[in-house]
């Protein structure tokens, strides 16, 4: 049932979706990406053009290298090596070598600008260098090849000079040390084993001295193939035009991402309901729903009158359909604004057309959109003098079995017996006399509008789309589950039907229906005689 329905708890929380961020502010993610467009094509204009020059060194083995041959078991791993090589390629020692043959280079720009890559699987090192101009970019790339390669060969050198000065320095040593022996092996002073002894010791002397002279032999021959350039420089290539067509399209995408971010938080800080669809999943059910227009009509301008009068005569079928039938409905928007008068017309307005008795409650004064009826005493002085019956403050208005109850202007001590009990005793008369009591209540999350709610068989909240918050329509779900209210929603335009355009095509231009006398009498005479037959089935009900 709706009671039922109306029980069920509000979603837990809201999630906003990207896709539906970015198509309710569509036109803030494409003045993001709009703008992310333009600036990368100014910034690759503003970019200076820049050309790259590359040389291939191929790194060969050397002596004092780690990429000496070796025992697999102490080798040291080839690419750790080779990135070795291409740091030592940055070095200083390498880098002002080049600076000392080009001073208008700076080293910093050279620090910064060259780029040493080692290619998978290979001995080879790539230079890279990138200037202003094509033809210094190849000619320093191609000196930093020859510097690099100089470097290796002059660290050759002084590792081969280093050892040639061991062996020689360990050679002097065994020559003095083979002499010494070699006297002691022939002084006759000595014992037998002594002498022996030296002369063994000599023996090996002279072993390891003709060592050290193949090592030395060994040394001052070696060669060292520190490698060679296999691909000089050529002239510097420019990606200018490259650059020209990626910055762009980059610099977009980013401006997309950041409209997209602006438009989710847009939408979760300010964003409103939309349609039925959003109301039903904050756990609300809806009554009726005026359907959105299309982008066609909204061109051609064509009104909306067809569409709310449908969907107020759904309203009205709903709630007859209810069993019990609802005695007193309170229509109320949603938030703590002050009521709507244009919808609580257009129901009380569908019901009276429909041939039903109906008394609009005015709980507040708020502007009518075009006047049914003229303001008078009314609810503030019946919930104060207990005297009072309420029947005789109505007043009529263009419909004759529409009748309104003003709200008689509240004050201080009038407002205090606001409350739901005082209210359904003031409207009990009006029930017993047949009507059907219609409250045009202030918003719900109002003091006021909550006890106009309490005091309704039915509540029925109006919700703007493109208006109303998420947060506010959660509050119905919430009133019905705490406080037991049977609420539903009624969802309308952002701004609502109004007079205007809800009056049908066959009224007159001051408002009133172009019905006869005649049609109005029998309209009037058939809701007596069923209000009569209605009271006295429900007496019949209560013996």
């Known amino acids: 049932t709706m009671r039922t329905a109306m029980s069920s708890e509000s979603t837990a929380a809201r999630h906003v979706s990207l896709s539906r961020a970015v198509r309710h502010h569509l036109p803030v993610v494409l003045v993001f990406f709009l703008l992310g467009a333009v600036a990368g094509y100014l910034y690759a204009g503003s970019v200076p053009t820049a050309y790259t020059s590359t040389a291939r060194v191929l790194v060969n083995p050397s002596v004092g290298n780690p990429f000496v041959p070796t025992p697999s078991s102490v080798r040291q791993d080839e690419l750790t090596s080779l990135e070795t090589e291409a740091q030592v390629a940055r070095s200083d020692d390498v880098l002002g070598a080049v600076h000392a043959q080009y001073p208008d280079v700076s080293l910093a720009t050279m620090r910064k600008n060259i780029a040493v890559l080692v290619p998978a699987n290979t001995q080879v090192l790539e230079i890279s260098f990138t200037a202003g101009n094509a033809d210094t970019a190849q000619a320093v790339t191609n000196a930093v090849a020859d510097a690099y390669l100089a470097n290796r060969a002059q660290r050759f050198e002084t590792v081969n ?17 083979l002499r010494t022996h070699s006297k002691a092996a022939k002084d006759e002073t000595q014992s037998a084993g002594d002498r022996l002894f030296e002369q063994e010791m000599a023996d090996a002397l002279r072993n390891e001295l003709v060592s050290l002279r193949a090592q030395r032999t060994a040394l001052e021959n070696s060669e060292a193939p520190t490698g060679s350039v296999i691909a000089p420089a050529v002239e510097g290539k420019s990606a200018a035009g490259l650059t020209a067509t990626i910055l762009p ?30 109301v039903e999943a904050l756990g609300v059910p809806v009554v009726a729903s005026i359907p959105r227009r299309t982008w066609r009509e909204r061109m051609r301008r064509h009104g909306d009158a067809a569409a709310i009068d449908t969907t107020v005569r759904r309203v009205r079928a709903t709630l007859l359909d209810l069993e019990p039938r609802p005695d007193v409905v309170a229509i109320a928007p949603v938030g703590s604004g002050r009521s709507d008068a244009n919808v609580s017309e257009a129901v009380a307005e569908s019901f009276a057309k429909a041939g039903h008795r109906v008394v609009l409650v005015r709980a507040d004064r708020s502007p009518s959109g075009g006047g049914i009826g003229v303001d008078d005493k009314g609810l503030a002085q019946a919930l104060m ?3 009072l019956n309420v029947v005789d403050l109505l007043q009529p208005s263009v419909e004759p079995l529409l ?15 606001l409350v739901s009990d005082r209210i359904r005793s003031v409207l009990t008369p009006l029930v017993t006399e047949g ?11 109002s003091a006021e509008g909550e006890a106009f709610l309490g005091a309704a068989d039915l509540g029925v ?3 703007r789309t493109g208006k109303s918050r998420p947060g506010a329509v959660e509050q119905i779900a919430e009133l019905a589950r705490t406080k037991g209210l049977q609420l539903t929603a009624l969802v309308v335009g952002r701004h609502g039907p109004s007079r205007r355009n809800r009056v049908p095509a066959d009224v007159r231009e001051d408002g009133i229906d172009q019905d006869t006398q005649a049609d109005r009498a029998e309209r009037s005479e058939r809701s007596e005689r069923s209000d009569r037959a209605e009271r006295g089935g429900r007496a019949g009900r209560r013996k």
């Open 403 to 417: 009748s309104l109850l003003n709200d008689g202007g509240f004050n201080e001590q009038s407002r205090e017996l």
């Open 385 to 387: 003098y207990e005297r």
């Open 161 to 177: 000079n280093e050892r040639i000065a061991r062996v020689e320095t360990r050679t002097d040593q065994v020559v003095t040390d």
């Open 435 to 445: 009507h059907l009591v219609i409250i045009q209540s202030p918003g719900i999350d």
């Open 249 to 278: 399209f980059a610099f977009a995408l980013v401006g997309l991402a950041i409209g997209c971010a602006i438009a989710l938080l847009l939408e979760r800080s300010r964003g409103v309901v939309r349609s039925r669809a959003d």
């Open 461 to 463: 909240v109006v919700v």
